[in-house]
Every structure is written in C-alpha cells, then in structure tokens.
C-alpha cells in the first residue's frame, strides 16, 4: 500500500516508497532539490509549493487525527472489554479492528516528523514503523471485510460462526496481514533524497532493479487487487443481498439495527478511500504509460495524493463517531461506564 503520498512523486509508505523510481519515466537531477524535470522534456518543476504545502498540512492533519483516533478506539476497547461476559459475533471483530487502528495510529507522529524534518530515526525503525502501518492498515480492510462476511451469513442464510471460528478468522487475518508485510522489512530504508535535501524511509527498489522485474509496478497492483477491489468486491457482494433481505422485512429490529452500524461502516470506508484509491490509479497509470505533460498537473496529482491519503487514514478517528451515533448498544454502554466513573469520583471525593 502507498501509505503516504508525498510531493514529487514520493510516496511514503509500504509500497512505493521509492522517489527515484516514481521518476524513471522522467528525466530528472538529483543534485537539484527544488525543482524535477517530470512532465515534457526539458520542462523543470518546482518542488517547493508541494513541500511546503506537505510540510504544513501533513503534521497539522495527523496530529488531530491521531488525538481523535486514540481517544475515540481507546473508549471502544474500554466499553468491549467492560462488558466482555456479553460479546457478540460483531463485538470480537470490532474488538481487533479498533487495536490495528491504534497501533496505525501510533506511527502517524513519525511520519508528520518526516513530513518536516525528513527521516531521523533510522533504517531499522523504518522497516519497523513501516511495516507496523502495513500490518495495520490491511488487518482493518480484512476485519471489515469480515464482518460484512458474518453478517451476510447471519441476515441472508441464517448461519451463526461459532466462537473460536471468530477467533480462527481474526488470527488468520493478523497472518496474512503480516505476510503482506514482508515487502517493507526487505525495501524499506532511510535514503537521502537530494531533490528535498532530506533523509526519506522509503521503499528502495534499486537494489533488485537489475533482476528486470518492476517491483514498485507490482507493489501497485498488490495494493489496487488486495487492498481495495477485493475488499470493495465482498463488502458490495455482501450487502446487496442485506439491503435485499431487510426490504423484504423479513428480519427482526434488532438484527436490522445491527446491520445498520455494520452498514454505515462499510459506507464510511468507500467515503474516505475511494477518492485516494482513484487517484492512485490514475497516478500508476500515468508513471508507467505518459508522464503528466505540464508542471501543474504533475503538482495537482501530488497534492490530490496528499490529502487523498489523508482522509483515507482518518477513516480511523471516524469508525468510533459512527459506533457512538449509530450503534445503540455501544451508546447505551458508554453511558453506563461514564455513569459508573462518575459515581465512583463523586465517592472517592466523600471519602
């Protein structure tokens, strides 16, 4: 997955992290490190507005997002595991959902000080770092994926899983997640990009680039196929046949109420990464077909990569807003936690 998409062509996170290769198309000077010769030949870009405007936006975004993210999945896992004698099929997913979704949290801190300053933590912690929001990222698109799994089973052919196959689902998701990850423990490293005059933790490609194999093309398509058109496939196939099932009103409230918070989840992953999903495809199609052919579409493709990228990470601050407004049972729990810390504040104080 290209976590975060940097200006000129960077892309910062584990799966083109490699500026030199997001510019092979191009003719470009590497001793330069404000302007890129992308676009026409001869045609000199100015790096300096994407910069800056990544060196601004990019810290200011993920802080908020982080703050609301750990807030918000820290009190989902404080009501899961408060009421964990009561746990359904949903509650187990959601349960490991919101732990990738802190644990992607905690690397964005890093990457807003690489936004800035560039890289200063290493090599070693830049395979680590990267391959933690790898990880992460994937295990939350697989746990959504099946959830709408469960309840698809559950809505349309009545058929419960029983626990330790919840269980077994949730491992071999966090597996899988991990394999997927082993491109960021092999490529990824602190590398000096001149144009930015900065050290970047990107994925570097060249060591393998004489095996004539187009590693960052297939890092790409690895992202498009597993990360997003798989996923979108099984979240669009369950949920037809939902929609379908709860119109005939043959469900009881209840179910139809669980459904409903399972729902707006998947309409909140589409929200937030369809638009970054487009425009990476679009930015893949232009670096391994015709380069933009003018300065300031090469600039606007970087910058819709930019903030793109960034409302699809704030998918992770947005999932406990909707359990808190859609998710009845959760409300209703919160409360009682909020109540109940309340109560015992106000007896500590007698005391």
Known sequence: MDKFMAYGGKITFGGDF????????????????????????????????????????????????LVLGLLGNGLVLAVLIQRKQSWSVTDNFILHLAVADILLLLTLPFWAVQAVWGWKFGTPFCKITGAIFTINFYCGIFLLACISLDCYLSVVHAVRKKPWMVQASCLTVWLF????????????????????????????????????????????LLYHIVGFLLPSFVLLFCYSYILQRLLQGSEGVQKQKAVRVILALVLVFFICWTPYNITLMVDTLQSNNTPVETCDGRNALDIALITTSSLGYMHCSLKPVLYAFVWVKFRRHLLDMLKSLQGSSQEFHMV
């Open 18 to 65: 490699d500026f030199e290769a997001e510019y092979s198309n191009y003719t470009v000077d590497y001793n330069d490190s404000y302007t890129d010769t992308c676009c026409l030949p001869g045609t000199e870009c100015s790096m300096t507005y994407g910069m800056h405007f990544e060196a601004v936006f990019l810290p200011v975004f993920y802080s908020l997002t």
């Open 177 to 220: 997640s991990i394999f997927l990850s082993i491109p960021d423990w092999y490529f990824l490293e602190s590398v000096y990009d001149s144009r930015r005059d900065k050290e970047e933790c990107v994925h570097h490609y060249q060591k393998l680039s004489q095996s004539g194999f187009d590693w960052r093309l297939s890092s790409r």
